[in-house]
């Protein structure tokens, strides 16, 4: 047995880590407070063949140990941590970057990195078991269901959730919930032969992680229906959805959800939640609304914001992500759910070696396990709760109201201009634009959304809205500006000059 038992994968000398992480933090400090300089750019094409860590991959190969009948090396943690910071660390997706706009990407808080740091240390599972991380998930919990508006419904409402990876999971923990209330929980034993088919609802605009859950509960993607939506405000037509469960109840087919989209990925529409709630109802089927990131609308002053999620606290569970429109470090998502009781008997399952003690570490009221799919997890509570403990709800919805603002600043600008047009009315935080026809023949957005990108001129994404190919601003990032704006704009404009000429 070695000496170095016990303590092997530890700092030989601890002083010297100190100081190495105290250089290392001033340098994240720098990053995050110059994020301007730090745009999206594409990966050294090397990178995998110098971050190899089988073979001769290590760039600094005088500083590998070779270790003996192996073909890996090892290096002192202080060169690794060099590497990091010169051949990794700037190559990001970019959205840390003011005039990042592309799909929905939160851009990351200042604060939450105290909470990394911390949680990294404590390194708690937080699976169950007596410990305070538990407290801190469900006073962020408790915050969530707050701001959806379920304590407003009735007082004897007992609401909660669980932390998730992000939106995706928390729709897969929701229709699960889904189908245990309207198909009954023998489903957990049985599986769904047996089962009549069933069918949830979405508007046609809704996000790919719908159909993705339903294969995933074993449904196959085919038992989600799109309902068309209305040209003008890109809700669902709450008519065609009636005519749609009227027709599958008769056909012996289970409604087993209606979803609410509260904030598209196509151009921020917002389905209308109380219309949607009342055909829940008369259909005894279970309302659940993906808000991944318009649920943050909540927290505006602004009436025309909050609005667009008006009746959300009718739904049965709601989706959301605190790593999209609060810029929680990444991943941070959650789900929240009226009923209590009845998630934690969709999900509850320990056997003998999980069980609960009355006290010691055994103990405690609440294993979040039994309302997830997870048994080990992180400590996300902790960057969400300091983030919102630091900044306060207030300065989220402040900036929810700045960046649609900020969206319809950008509709403007592209309204006045000669060479794009808007290709969507800007609802929320979205600007959807194409370029005019006799451009559009010639050129196409993703070579203008790449060149953009590659030149470090901004990011957008692309999206298309029927027949038309857009360029797509999704803003949510608090650092943005109107200058940002009008430079990406601007931007657009003389990259198609450009591209013309060069016709
Ligand atoms: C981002 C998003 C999702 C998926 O969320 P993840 O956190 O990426 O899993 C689902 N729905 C909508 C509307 C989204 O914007």
Redesign the pocket.
Known sequence: MSSEMGHRLDPIDWEEYRQQLHGLLDHCVDTMRNCRNLPWRPPPEDLFEKSRLRGDGYVEESLCVRLEDDDECSSPLKSVQEMILQNIMPYSTGNTHPQFMGW?HGAGIPSALVADIVASVMNCNCGGRNQGAADIEKACIEWLCWKAGYYDIHESIDPFGVLTG????ATILALMAARTRVCGYSVRQEGIQGMKPVRVYVSEAA?S?IYRAMECLGHGSNSVKKISVCTKTGRMKSNMLEVRLRQDVEAGIVPMAIIG?A???TIGAYDDLIGLSSLARKYNTWFHV?A??GFWTRLSAENDIRRLTDGIHLSDSIAL?AH?WPGVQYDC?ALIVQDKKHLRATLASRPAYLTSAPDGLAGGDTWFTDYSLDLSRNFRALKLWTVIKAAGSRAIGSTVTDNCRLAAYMGELVASSSCIELAAPVQSNICCFSLISQYESVLNVTQIASALQMRQLGVFSTVSLGERQCLRAAIVNHRTTMKDVEDMIFAVESCLEEFIKAQ
Not at 166 to 169: H, K
């Open positions: 929905v992000g939106t995706s999971q996000h992680c989209t904030g598209t990925v993906d991944a990131f992500d999209k998502g």
